[in-house]
């Protein structure tokens, strides 16, 4: 029977419900259930975890309900971490709950369901701490028996090292148990139980280097970054240094006067691609007190990692979007590598942008935030341009090593991908024992197959694009939802016998290379090849070693690469994002090409890029290929200026999806005609632009439309978004979307 002198706890449950709840706490569970701990909860017909956000105060507890089980012996966040949460909430209108459980490691949460095979309810979830076996001499006296050969040498190996861990033991004896266990009855070992963490590094070595001599701007650099790191205040900078001006450098050697000064790093990268050859540098430059974050890790590992944070036992965080959340106390500097990614932005769940609470991060802990980017975003160029970032510029390569020269090759005529002269020029290359990169932004065999009679293409039935071919897999498969099938021999619409393929991917530029240049030896680094746990590593690793003579990519191989060895580049249809239905598409080509050609020549061989084009008149590719990112931006600023888009207003999405399509029109029209009723009470100037059929109109079986909100007034913009959101009536069938700064238009 649960009294009024039981304490009452405010949960925040992770469900897509913008309120948080009240719980009893048993007598057992008070001086336990205290902020930042996990409880299990009963919720509706469910069990789940739920967050404690702190103590409430209310006289109503007849219809409380009690907690069930306390997770946690130690708060899993600081106020300040929570300080964070709720900004990130209240700023994304997201949940507090779904916000809490994004920050935290994967797989930790229980949670319960109706079981058909089992009586009553199932739980699962929870990831578990592993426990390891330690041995270490203990004080007991050798037996008047003689112990086994193998038992004696265990004793011996545990002996002279102090001390083992069971798994290494199995390494050097196989099982050991039985030899384990008499060693301990007799107290000759002692067992220690403690425990372990998931090693992401244990199959890597690296040799340690030392920090590395700094050309006059690299050191201009630094000695700025040194006096904002000791004023222990909230500092943004933007580095912005070509493509090979060593950026890197100055983040490690700033790191270290961090580090000094006893305050921690957080280090972000747009993908994972870019984790090891990162973490390389940064371990050979620190050694050990480095922990990865990123989604190439298990559940396990993940929280491992997470756990070694939590508890100071790494003091640098290297990782992807997701370790902007990274439970770092006493931080020093945040780096964001390669900012102008659009890879920072989450797409789905809770829509945030790691880059820009990067900065918020910073403003709170007082740290020092460096943006770095050889192609930085245009509202981050006008930023530093109004003076709210400072800027560093890296203007030359190191050593004075020259931008590599681009060479555009028309393509009106040529029915191939690899144009005549990319072929003569691939030749040259592996002749002189040197390497190149292809990049080529479409992985697959063929765009897609279409019938020779009818010209019909093969489509996804869950979304509005058609299929890709990919000839290894003899399948056409959606990007988007995974739709596979078998690649017909016959039309499914007319029946006709001849499926043609058109255009060109990763997988069929490489089955074309081999056979026109069979003695090369040549890697492709896309999503169908990097799947796998490790496979980036490898492949990049490969590459490094001059193993490999062609690399052929997507634009995973564009940026943060550093191989000395690639003199040639060639880009096929380098401009394809022009034709991306965005504002931003200019920009992104620009960003893209200017990346993929500064992989060329960072060696002592100058490099070299053939562009093969259709359009190479357009200003964001003419920039790219003179280099020009000052020329990229008075124009593009210009066009955003005329246009009235970011950074002269604020955007937020709608988004509307459902299974009939129908009702998310209706819905879609109704939150048009509230927003525009709000709109005119409150006397707002936002533009409510739709609602519209988004470009991809149909995505994993659902219909799509969106409503653009466009604003000069960020603060009005989001008055009219709150408004809407409490004024609203819900509805079970139309899921609905708030996406603040969104970056994908798609």
Known sequence: MTTRQQQIIEVAIPLYMDKTFHYLVPVALAEKAL??????????????????????????????????????????????ELEFFRWVASYYMHPLGEVLKTALPAGINLQSKKSAAVEGETVSGGRNVRIENWYRPGNGSMPARALGSKTTDVLELIRTSGEVSAGELRGRFGQCGPQLKRLTELGLITLEKREFYRDPFKEERVEPDTPRALNPHQQAALDTLLQAL????????????????????????????????????????????????????????FGSGIAILHSGLSDGERYDEWRRIRRGLARIVIGARSAVFAPLE???????????????????????????????????????????????????????ELGRLGLLSLPQRVRDIPMPTVETVAMQGIKSA????????????????EQAIIFLNRRGYASVLVCGDCNQ???????????TYHRQRRQSICHYCDYAVPAPCVCPACNGMEMKELGAGTERLEHELQELLPQARIL??????????????????????????????????????????????????????????????????????????????????????????????????????????????????????????????????????????????????????LLQKIKREMKLRIDVLGPAPAPLYRLRGRFRRQILLKATSRQDLRKLVGIWLARRETTANVREVVDIDPVDMM
């Not at 299990?40 to 956000?53: A, D, I, M, N």
């Not at 293409?457 to 694009?465: G, Q």
């Not at 492709?524 to 690399?551: C, F, V, Y």
């Open 330 to 384: 006493k931080i020093g500097i945040i780096v964001v590598d390669e900012e102008h990614e659009a890879s920072f932005k989450q797409a789905e769940g809770l829509r945030y942008n790691a880059r820009d609470l990067a900065l918020v991060r910073g403003r709170m802990e007082g740290a020092t935030v460096l943006l770095g980017s050889a192609t930085p975003l245009i509202t981050t160029l006008h930023a530093a």
């Open 230 to 285: 000791d004023c222990h205040n909230f500092s943004p900078w933007l580095l912005h240094g070509v493509t090979g001006s060593g950026k890197t450098e100055v983040y490690l050697q700033a790191i270290d006067h961090c580090l000094q000064k006893g305050r921690a790093a957080l280090v972000l990268v747009p993908e994972i691609s870019l984790t090891p050859q990162l973490v390389r540098r940064f371990r050979a430059r």
């Open 524 to 673: 492709r680094m896309d999503s169908d090849t990097t799947s796998g746990k490790g496979s980036h590593n490898r492949i990049l690793k490969q590459m490094s070693e001059g193993t490999a003579d062609i690399l052929i990519g997507t634009q995973m191989i564009t940026k943060g690469h550093d191989f000395p060895g690639v003199t040639l580049v060639g880009v096929v249809n380098g401009e394809a994002s022009l034709n991306m239905p965005d504002f931003r598409s200019s920009e992104r080509t620009f960003q893209i090409l200017s990346q993929v050609f500064g992989r060329a020549g960072r060696g002592d061989i100058p490099g070299r890029v053939l562009l093969q084009s259709f359009n190479p008149g357009h200003y964001a590719i003419q920039c790219a290929i003179n280099h020009d990112c000052n020329g990229f931006y008075q124009q593009e600023i210009e066009f955003r200026r005329e246009a009235g888009y970011p950074p002269y207003s604020h955007l937020a999405c709608i988004g509307f999806s459902g299974t009939m399509e129908q009702g998310v029109e209706q819905r879609a029209e109704y939150a048009a005609e």
């Open 418 to 433: 690899i144009s005549p002269r990319l072929l003569q020029a691939l030749e040259e290359t592996i002749t002189a024992g």
């Open 35 to 80: 902020p930042g701990r996990r409880v299990f909860v009963p919720f509706g017909g469910r069990k789940l975890t739920g967050y404690v956000l702190g103590y409430a105060a209310s006289a109503e507890t007849a219809k409380l309900k009690e907690v069930i089980q306390l997770l946690d012996d130690e708060p899993l966040w600081t106020p300040a």
């Open 457 to 467: 293409p093969l489509t996804c039935p869950n979304c509005s694009v058609t299929l």
